[in-house]
């Protein structure tokens, strides 16, 4: 089956860095996205990888390893609004997207 | 408007009764989805459409139907809700269908008792 793996909740103090991991077991890959879904509401696109290594954009950078099976998303400089959940998605093998169940940041000042 | 909008913002049915989810994009996108979130899992998509007059079934199309008459709507109907249909009901677009970028709506919240 299909696998998305990340942690269900992340605790970090404003100003810091934490670093979100996911890893995947899919039947092909065609790129890993990351989104961001503030409580009750939409998600909303982060990031995009589909060849290995880091893209960085703004505060935010997200690296991949495609032999790993392995993506983080690394956020800089904490704000109180990024009090959200992070969600991780792979492209397989038929392009639809498979979907983390998604990671619960909480930022404390 | 700009982007995609969801009717109702939420809803509580009764069990039994038929509902459609309505969606509608201004931006010209070929493909559109619908996902369901559910606590605890990801997005589980229900149906798409790749472009206007086709559909799809994705992983959990049971109990569901849609259409895609036109480029900007894309209803989906539950024939018959039951209460395993609660959850949050979410619509989104891509520019093209399995390569771009998926946008969303802002969702329509289900109960169903």
């Not at chain 2, 569901?64 to 959850?87: G, M």
Request: aromatic share 10%; charged share 15%; proline share 4%.
């Amino acid at each position: 089956g299909q696998n998305i793996d990340q942690p269900t909740e992340m605790t970090a103090t404003e100003g810091a860095i934490v670093q979100i991991n996911c890893t995947y077991q899919t039947s092909g890959f065609n790129g890993l996205f990351w989104y961001q879904q503030h409580a009750g509401e939409a998600p909303t696109f982060l990031s995009y990888n589909v060849l290995d290594g880091l893209e960085e954009k703004g505060r935010f950078s997200s690296f991949l390893s495609r032999s790993k099976g392995y993506s983080y998303l690394l956020l800089k400089e904490l704000q109180m609004k990024d009090s959200a959940s992070y969600l991780c998605a792979v492209r397989d093998s038929n392009y639809q997207l498979i979907w983390g169940a998604g990671t619960k940041l909480i930022i404390k000042p | 408007i700009a982007g995609i909008t969801q009717a109702p913002t939420s809803q509580i049915l009764a069990a039994g009764r038929r509902m459609t989810l309505r969606c509608t994009q201004d931006m010209r996108h070929n493909a559109m989805y619908w996902y369901r979130q559910d606590l605890g899992l990801g997005l589980r998509l229900i149906h798409y459409s790749n472009t206007a007059g086709t559909t799809g079934k994705g992983e959990v199309p049971d109990g569901y139907s849609v259409s895609r008459a036109n480029t900007d709507d894309f209803p989906l109907t539950l024939a018959s809700a039951v209460p395993s249909q609660t959850s949050v009901y979410f619509c989104a677009s891509s520019a093209r269908a399995a390569v771009d970028t998926q946008y969303f709506g802002p969702g329509t919240r289900l109960t169903v008792l």
